[in-house]
């Protein structure tokens, strides 16, 4: 058993968790306010409040966690405040995970093919001679919507229908935090994943954050 923790995502992170806790993992997923706690318990994880916006309310976060997924590629709000959710705020969190239990980090970032060169969507990096970072693929999605929050889904009850009415970050955004994940790896010897696969298509992104999950858990061996 191992202790996975998931920021962001929304609906489909507590997907995720319901499916790694059948697994017998315990998961731990952060959201920014009590109105989705209800449905955290529900699928059997541990709800966390915090924000990667407030790196403070993160640091009891990493406890006796093994694989943390950064989740965020359909994260909503100002400009500026979601880029830096893939940037200054992503390096800031893999600096803090230094030195914690965390042995695996799973980034999420649909549409960046050509990372390694392999076919799939979930490509685990090692923390030596891993690839470069990709471009800005055609396949990404488009502008960020103008509204507060980093979570991309609202209510639980209705998947699909919340999550075909998000859009991904930009392509530039998820290819620079790409390029800082690939380098914290390296420099921190912490294997790193990517999950590729669309995260508007529910159907298709689980088995791919699962494989990535997967792949650093066996990795860590």
């Known amino acids: 058993m191992a202790r996975i923790l998931i920021l962001g995502g929304g609906c489909r992170g507590t997907s995720l968790a319901a499916g790694l806790s059948a697994d017998g993992h315990a998961v731990r997923i952060v959201t920014r306010t ?8 529900h699928a059997g994880a541990e709800c966390l409040i915090g924000t990667p916006d407030r790196l403070a309310t993160l640091r009891g976060a990493l406890e006796n966690v093994a694989v943390a997924c950064w989740l965020l590629a359909t994260a909503r709000g100002a400009q500026g405040q979601v880029r830096s959710l893939h940037d200054s705020r992503l390096q800031s969190f893999l600096t803090l995970a230094i030195d914690t239990t965390v042995r695996g980090f799973v980034y999420e970032a649909p549409g960046q093919a050509g990372v390694d060169g392999a076919a799939g969507s979930a490509v685990a990096l090692g923390s030596a001679g891993a690839p470069g970072a990709a471009g800005a693929p055609g396949a990404a999605g488009s502008a960020v919507a103008e509204r507060e929050g980093f979570e991309a889904e609202g209510h639980p009850g209705a998947v699909g229908a919340r999550v075909s009415a998000c859009r991904t970050v930009e392509a530039v955004v998820l290819a620079e935090g790409v390029r800082i994940v690939r380098a914290a790896g390296v420099r921190n010897a912490i294997p790193v994943a990517l999950v590729r696969a669309d995260p508007l298509d529910l159907d298709a992104w689980l088995p ?9 858990l066996a990795g860590s061996r």
């Open 34 to 41: 009590e109105a989705r706690r209800g449905a955290i318990e």
């Open 208 to 216: 791919d954050a699962r494989a990535a999950i997967y792949s650093l």
